[in-house]
């Protein structure tokens, strides 16, 4: 089982910058992806960004350029910087792990309990 924390989100204004974190625990050295997904009301689930045991690293159409995902191994952390936020990144931000269901293809398994990203204009 792997548990996952996220933890760093709150509310900014447009153009602002955030860093959310998310601390993994358990028994995580099969873990092959690690991701932020996120949801606002009335949407569907996102995959924001993912970041897999290569170091190979995918975005979000609308994320790319603007936000960083990383992950420090010996720590157990995967972080998310997002800078130059936008109204439409405010959602409830997820943290998700799992292993390769198929080349360069993520099943995730275990999920955080979210942290709120606002962003006002």
């Known amino acids: 089982q792997v548990q996952l924390v996220e933890s760093g989100g709150g509310s900014v204004q447009a153009g602002g910058s955030l860093r959310l974190s998310c601390a993994a625990s358990?028994?995580?050295?099969?873990?092959?992806?690690m991701s932020w997904f996120r949801q606002a009301p009335g949407n569907d689930r996102e995959e924001v960004a993912t970041i897999d045991s290569d170091g190979d690293t995918t975005y979000a159409d609308g994320v790319k350029g603007r936000f960083t995902i990383s992950q420090d191994k010996a720590a157990n952390t995967v972080s998310l910087q997002m800078n130059s936020l936008k109204p439409e990144d405010a959602a409830m931000y997820f943290c998700a792990a799992g292993g390769f269901l198929a080349w360069k293809k993520c099943d995730f398994g275990y999920w955080g309990q979210g942290t709120q990203v606002t962003v006002s204009s």
């Open positions: 358990g028994d995580t050295y099969y873990t092959d992806c």
